[in-house]
């Protein structure tokens, strides 16, 4: 009897912590969702340059293509091997391109608040992996890459899959 | 059915099983299959509540999809919304719901106004509970079961305008492994129950399995989820 009293005290303070810590962390988000966070990068990428007397800077950046992975704090085993394969293909094919910034390689947690807006900007649904292509600092187009899931068990065929879409970003860049 | 549908609803009810044998809501699922089997005495009662069961997760992907066609929400929001908020809700709810089920947390009727009602109506809850809980681990939403249901089944419904058909049939392939599954393990451990004579003794131990895998299922879900522990 008092080991079910014991184990009824002890489930039941996990449930009222498992419930404090789920609006903490909430509140505290919603708090610090003003900060600049990396995803924050696109938003002002995307702006033009602004001189000092606020005439838009002549903006001649060259282009690149960024490749996003958007994920979730929870980090399901299927997502980490999208994760891990598309990160592979992207430094087995294109080394050279990451090393001289023609592309870049981004890890973005979307449910941090400040960069909730990747949610709408890409129509997220799920984890996914997603090419920008910028030219003179502006996003030009992007463009998902949904086979990520339907190729996550064949490996070969997913590496080929996102080093051609990547090799064609980069070539009509 | 029209012929254009065929093809399409058969793709649904297998996006819909794909989704139930995918690894991610294997908690789910097993948390379901042992509330299906718990009342294994009655091979009826066992039916009853997987098909409700089914029936709960249908309406629910009905409900969605239809209001997801009409465009009256908007997929990224609601897609996004139910993974990163569900299954936050479904550790500590499972949690309450195992500990009601052990009777760790009694639920007292009042027996002063029709207490006689109110006690057939708890136990026949058990049945009727499982349509509620098919329409809950419905929203649970995963990365798997988020891109088969907003990437494939919902372009699918957009196609061919069918906001109803296709939504619910993907829904009953949802439920079906799982429901597949329990009825078997139900009616085997009615056999094996009848052959060895202690039936009500096996089925007292499957209810209580059935209360310590939503508990545990629940701290699963709790501390993978709320707590961020690696899985």
Not at chain 1, 84 to 96: K, L, V
Not at chain 2, 101 to 121: H, N
Not at chain 2, 163 to 188: H, R
Request: aromatic fraction near 10%.
């Amino acid at each position: 009897m008092k080991a079910k009293s014991i184990l009824r005290t002890l489930l039941l303070v996990f449930v009222v912590v498992s419930g404090v810590s789920l609006v903490i962390k909430d509140v505290r988000e919603r708090s610090q969702s003003g900060t600049v966070s990396e995803g924050s990068t696109v938003m002002a990428a995307t702006a033009p340059l602004q001189t000092a007397e606020g005439n838009p800077a002549p903006t001649k950046k060259p282009p690149k293509v960024i490749a996003y992975y958007f994920h979730t704090t929870f980090r399901c085993t299927t997502c980490r091997t999208i994760e891990a394969f598309s990160r592979e293909a992207i430094e087995q094919a294109f080394g050279d391109a990451l090393k001289n910034g023609k592309l870049e390689w981004r890890l973005v947690n979307v449910e941090e608040r400040a960069n909730r807006h990747f949610i709408q900007d890409y129509r997220l649904f799920t984890k996914s992996l997603i090419l920008v292509k910028m030219k003179d600092g502006k996003q030009a187009e992007w463009k998902n890459l949904p086979r990520v899931w339907e190729l996550v068990r064949r490996k070969d065929a997913f590496l080929r899959y996102v080093q051609d879409e990547v090799r064609a970003y980069l070539e009509a860049s | 059915m029209s012929e254009g549908l065929l093809v399409p609803s058969a793709t649904a009810l297998w996006l819909g099983v794909l989704t139930s044998i995918s690894p991610c809501p294997l908690a789910t699922n097993i948390a379901a299959i042992s509330f299906i089997v718990r009342g294994m005495s009655s091979p009826g009662r066992v039916l009853a509540t997987g098909v409700l069961y089914t029936l709960g997760r249908m309406l629910t992907y009905l409900i969605l999809g239809a209001l997801l066609v009409a465009s009256l929400l908007s997929i990224p929001e609601v897609a996004m919304f139910l993974q990163i908020y569900m299954n936050k809700a479904l550790g500590p709810l499972l949690l309450v719901v195992g500990l009601i089920l052990l009777d760790v947390i009694p639920l007292r009727f009042s027996t002063s106004c029709g207490g006689a009602r109110v006690q057939k109506w708890a136990q026949s809850a058990g049945i009727w509970g499982s349509l509620p809980l098919g329409m809950i681990f419905a929203l649970a939403f995963c990365p798997v079961s988020a891109a088969l249901f907003f990437g494939s089944l919902i372009p699918l419904a957009l196609d061919t305008g069918s906001s109803v058909t296709l939504p619910s049939l993907y829904g009953i392939g949802t439920g079906l492994p799982v429901f597949v599954f329990a009825v078997l393990i139900g009616l085997g451990a009615q056999w094996v129950g009848k052959a060895l004579n202690k039936l009500a003794q096996i089925e007292k131990w499957a209810r209580r399995a059935t209360g310590v895998i939503f508990i545990l299922v629940g701290i699963y879900l709790s501390l993978v989820h709320i707590f961020g522990v690696p899985v």
